[in-house]
C-alpha cells in the first residue's frame, strides 16, 4: 500500500485548531485537504471570491485548474464565486504533452481528456497565445499579445505560477557549438519557437549528453525509420528531414554508471526491441553489477535488460536503414570542437558521486545534443534586463548535471526568480520574494516551476493537486500573516481580494478579444477547438491522428473562416 489517509489535527500556534487530512507514507505527513465536513462549513462562511489567474497551460496548469473546480462546485456557495483564468504564451493549450512528449507514445497523452472535462466548465476561461512578462524570450511567438505580469494583478484574487521548464540549463563556455535537447524536441513536436533542424543529411554520428528519457526519446526519433514515423504526430517538416537523415550511430553519454541512470526501464526496453538498429554490448561486463546496499526493482530491471542487449521485435521497415547505439558511462563532457568531444573520466566516490580520475578521453563525432537538464524563466519586470552570474553547481543526486563550473542566468528584475535553482523561489508552493524574503501574498507556483525539471505526469499532477489544496485552505482559514508591500519592485500591487467583477481581464486582453490586428490574436478555447478540429481534419487526410500547424498556417486558417 501506497499511503494510508488519516485526519490530524495541528495547531497553528494562536489557539485555533486545524483538522486537516494527511497522506502518511514511509512515516512522513503530507498536507492534502481538510476534511469535506470543515471545508464545506469554512467555505460557507467564506466572504471573498477566489478568482485565480494561471501562467502556463500545460499539465501542471491543468490539474491545478481541476482540483479547484472540482472542489468547490458550481452548485455550492463558494463554487458560484470561483473562477479560473489561464494564460499561455502558446496558441495552443497542454504545453508539455503537446510539446515534449515522444511522438511514439501516444498513450501519455490521455490526459488531454481530463483536461477537455476542465475547459468545460463555465466558470474556466482559456487566453492562448499571450505571453505574460516574457521579454524577449525565444520560447514565446512574435504572434503573441504581450502583457505586464502586473496587469494581471487587479483583476485577480490569486496567482498560479506553472510556467513549466522551458530554457535550457546554461552550459560552460567549452561545449560551444552543441544543441540542447529541449530545442530537438521542440523541432520534431512543432512548437511555435520554430528551432532550426538538426543537420542530419551530413552528420553519421550523434552524440547525446545525458542518461535520461530525454535522450532515450531522441535516439528512437533518430534511429526509427521515417515509414514509422509518419503514422505518427510528427510536423511534415520534421519527417522530410528525418527522411534525409545519414545517422548510422547514437552514442548516449553520462558521468556515473548503469545502476545511476535516469532512464526508466519502459523507455529503455522501447529502445532495445527497436528492429533495425543495435545496442553495442555494455564494456565492462563488470560494471552491470548492482550497487553495494543491493539494487531498487527499477535498477535491477534496467541492469537485467542492458546485460541482455538488443531484443529486436517485428520485421524492419522497407527504409530501415542498419544502425547501432552506445551507452557511454563515467564520462564528463568537458569540451567540444571541430574533431569532436573530450570527456573527463569519472569514477563513483563511496557516496555514489561522480569523481575525476585525472583522465581525459576525446571521441570523434558529428553532432552532440546536450539534454542536461532545464530551467524555468525569470519574468521581465518594468523592463529589466538579465545579468549573468557564474556558479558552480555539482548536484549529486542527478546523473543528468555537467559537473564543470557553469554561466548562469540571473536577474534582478524578478524576485521570484532563483538564479542558482533556476525556479521559482516558494516554500511548499507559497511564492517567496527574494529580495524581502517573505512570502507573497496569494500567489503559488506548481510543477516543474516549482520543484525543477523532475518527475512524470503523475509527480505533476499530486503536486499540482497539493498546491490547489493549499490555496483553497489559505483562503479558507487565513492562516498566513503575509507583507503585501512590494518594496523590490515599487509601484507593483498585490493580488485585489476583490476584483472589479469575476469576469474582468486585463485592458490589453480585452482590447486584443475585441479586435484582432497585426497577427497578434488572443486563442480562447471555443477558438482552439476549432483549430485542433482544423489539425484532425489535415491528418485524417495523411492516415495520421493529426497534422500540426503552425501560426502561419494557423493565422491563414483563422482568417479564411472569418473567426
Not at 262 to 273: D, G, H, Q, V
Request: aromatic content about 6%.
Amino acid at each position: 500500500m501506497a499511503g494510508r489517509v488519516i485526519w490530524k489535527p495541528e495547531d497553528s500556534g494562536s489557539g485555533f485548531v486545524f483538522r486537516g487530512l494527511f497522506l502518511r507514507k514511509r512515516g512522513r505527513l503530507t498536507f492534502c485537504m481538510p476534511p469535506p465536513s470543515s471545508l464545506s462549513s469554512s467555505l460557507s462562511t467564506a466572504a471573498k471570491p477566489i478568482k485565480l489567474a494561471i501562467i502556463g497551460g500545460g499539465p501542471s496548469a491543468f490539474y491545478a485548474a481541476s482540483r479547484i473546480l472540482n472542489r468547490l462546485p458550481p452548485d455550492s456557495q463558494q463554487g458560484r464565486d470561483v473562477r479560473v483564468h489561464m494564460y499561455d504564451r502558446s496558441w495552443a493549450p497542454y504545453g508539455l504533452v503537446r510539446y515534449g512528449v515522444a511522438p511514439d507514445h501516444p498513450e501519455v497523452k490521455n490526459c488531454i481528456h481530463k483536461f477537455d472535462l476542465t475547459a468545460r466548465d463555465p466558470r474556466f476561461r482559456f487566453f492562448g497565445n499571450v505571453a505574460v512578462a516574457q521579454g524577449a524570450s525565444k520560447t514565446s511567438p512574435q504572434s503573441a499579445v504581450p502583457i505586464a505580469l502586473r496587469d494581471l494583478f487587479p483583476h485577480y484574487s490569486h496567482l498560479l505560477l506553472a510556467i513549466g521548464s522551458s530554457k535550457p540549463r546554461p552550459l560552460p563556455d567549452t561545449m560551444k557549438g552543441t544543441i540542447p535537447a529541449i530545442d530537438v524536441v521542440h523541432w520534431y513536436t512543432g512548437h511555435e519557437s520554430n528551432p532550426p533542424p538538426p543537420p542530419l543529411d551530413h552528420t553519421r554520428h550523434v552524440t547525446l549528453i545525458g542518461h535520461g528519457n530525454v535522450s532515450l526519446d531522441i535516439a528512437r526519433m533518430l534511429l526509427t525509420p521515417p515509414s514509422v514515423l509518419e503514422k505518427l504526430d510528427i510536423p511534415q517538416h520534421a519527417l522530410d528531414v528525418l527522411r534525409e537523415s545519414t545517422v548510422e550511430h547514437v552514442s548516449i553519454a553520462s558521468r556515473r554508471g548503469p545502476a545511476e541512470v535516469s532512464f526508466t526501464a519502459k523507455e529503455l526496453r522501447e529502445l532495445l526491441n527497436l528492429p533495425s538498429t543495435t545496442l553495442l554490448p555494455i564494456q565492462p561486463r563488470g560494471i552491470l553489477q548492482p550497487p553495494p546496499h543491493g539494487a531498487t526493482r527499477q535498477q535491477s530491471r534496467i541492469l537485467d535488460l542492458l546485460g541482455k542487449g538488443s531484443v529486436p521485435k517485428g520485421a524492419p521497415a522497407p527504409d530501415a536503414r542498419k544502425t547501432t547505439w552506445s551507452l557511454e558511462f563515467f564520462r564528463s563532457p568537458i569540451e567540444t570542437g571541430t574533431r569532436g568531444i573530450t570527456y573527463e573520466v569519472t569514477e563513483l566516490d563511496v557516496d555514489r558521486r561522480a569523481k575525476s580520475t585525472g583522465v581525459r578521453e576525446m571521441c570523434q563525432t558529428d553532432l552532440v545534443i546536450t539534454s542536461v537538464g532545464s530551467w524555468s524563466e525569470p519574468f521581465v519586470r518594468n523592463g529589466g534586463t538579465t545579468t549573468t552570474t557564474t556558479t558552480n553547481n555539482n548536484n549529486p543526486s542527478s546523473n543528468d548535471k555537467l559537473s564543470t563550473p557553469l554561466t548562469t542566468i540571473s536577474t534582478a528584475a524578478d524576485p521570484w526568480f532563483d538564479p542558482i535553482l533556476g525556479r521559482v523561489r516558494n516554500s511548499q508552493g507559497r511564492v517567496i520574494d527574494g529580495v524581502l524574503g517573505n512570502t507573497v501574498k496569494n500567489v503559488y507556483t506548481s510543477g516543474w516551476a516549482s520543484n525543477g525539471a523532475k518527475g512524470v505526469l503523475a509527480t505533476t499532477m499530486y503536486d499540482a493537486y497539493d498546491i490547489a489544496d493549499r490555496l483553497i485552505q489559505d483562503h479558507v482559514e487565513n492562516q498566513i500573516e503575509i507583507d503585501t508591500t512590494y518594496v523590490s519592485e515599487p509601484g507593483l500591487t498585490p493580488m485585489n481580494a476583490t476584483p472589479p467583477s469575476l469576469e474582468s481581464v486585463p485592458e490589453h486582453i480585452q482590447t486584443a478579444l475585441q479586435d484582432y490586428a497585426g497577427g497578434r490574436r488572443v486563442v480562447t478555447w471555443d477558438i482552439w477547438k476549432r483549430i485542433e478540429a482544423e489539425e484532425m481534419r489535415r491528418g485524417a487526410a495523411k492516415g495520421k491522428a493529426n497534422e500540426r500547424m503552425s501560426w502561419s498556417d494557423v493565422d491563414a486558417f483563422l482568417s479564411s473562416t472569418s473567426i
